[in-house]
């Protein structure tokens, strides 16, 4: 390629770019014209505009932090609260109820056992046997097993625990889990158990079976004395209008009797006297 031609290429080149520069430059002069400013005043509104979004950003993050502070706040705050519900002893969360006579009573003592062990169970009611209650009074004992920490009034199964009896099945699965167990202070001071019903039907059915053991079985309880029952069986009776279950020892003196007070309670002692009393009581139980 010759020289003039190169030097002809070349200038086309300059040519092609010049108006470019031309162009950019023309156009910041038209907008600095038609705004009537200055190129200091577009250097500062550039300045201000980043500055702008600087500071909005800025204020997003804040507020994103703060909601964010805000949550962990009362996330702690919440867990904290959830935990001292969790640790709060059961006493502070629900006040143990002592549960109410079964049998209208001029008295009610707690008994305490710290075991589950039969001998403490019996010489305490033998303590509230000999307590002092006026003459033809009812003391009601609620039994409270404090054991391990734990306080809970006994139930019907965990009384027949301590006894180490298990009745007949079709009497377990009568019962409805309370009973009370109380004392009659009259010429003697006799204690008497009643026990709540889910099935008359089911109960029927497994004291009759029960009744094999039912002296030997409460008697720690309801403290009947060793008495020779051999070739002895439970007898039918009527006492005050109402059917009874008796059995006799080989004297003819009552050992234990059972009677339906209605279809939800059952009541078991060892004097006719008591049976009489606590049948006039229930109707306003």
Not at 66 to 78: E, K
Not at 96 to 110: A, G, N, Y
Not at 157 to 179: H, K, R, V, Y
Not at 224 to 241: E, P, S
Request: glycine share 6%; net charge positive; charged share 25%.
């Amino acid at each position: 390629m010759n020289a003039p031609a190169a030097e002809g290429q070349a200038a086309a080149s300059n040519k092609l770019r010049i108006p470019a520069l031309h162009t950019l430059r023309g156009d910041i002069t038209e907008y600095i014209k038609e705004k009537d400013i200055s190129l200091t005043e577009i250097a500062a509104q550039t300045a201000r505009q980043r500055r702008f979004r600087k500071e909005s950003i800025g204020s997003k993050r804040f507020f994103v932090l703060a909601a964010i502070f805000v949550l962990l706040v009362a996330g702690f705050g919440f867990g904290g609260w959830y935990v001292f519900l969790r640790e709060k002893p059961a006493s502070e969360k629900t006040a143990l109820q002592t549960p109410k006579p079964i049998i209208v009573s001029e008295k009610q003592e707690i008994i305490t056992l710290k075991s589950e062990n039969l001998s403490e169970l019996v010489d305490s009611i033998r303590q509230k046997i000999d307590s002092p209650v006026a003459l033809g009074a009812i003391l009601d004992i609620p039994i409270l097993l404090e054991t391990a920490g734990k306080k809970e009034f006994l139930k019907t199964e965990g009384l027949f625990n301590i006894l180490e009896i298990t009745p007949p099945a079709n009497a377990t699965q009568a019962l409805e889990g309370s009973f009370g167990l109380g004392v009659y202070y009259l010429k003697k001071n006799v204690p008497f158990i009643v026990l709540k019903i889910r099935s008359f039907e089911l109960a029927v059915s497994g004291m009759l079976e029960w009744e094999k053991k039912l002296s030997s079985d409460l008697a720690p309880i309801l403290l009947i004395k060793n008495k020779a029952t051999i070739g002895k069986k439970f007898q039918d009776g009527i006492l005050k209008n109402h059917d009874v279950r008796m059995l006799y020892d080989a004297s003819n003196n009552l050992i234990i009797a059972y009677a339906f007070i209605n279809t939800e309670y059952l009541l078991i002692t060892t004097d006719f006297d008591t049976i009489e009393e606590i049948f006039r009581r229930f109707p306003a139980s």
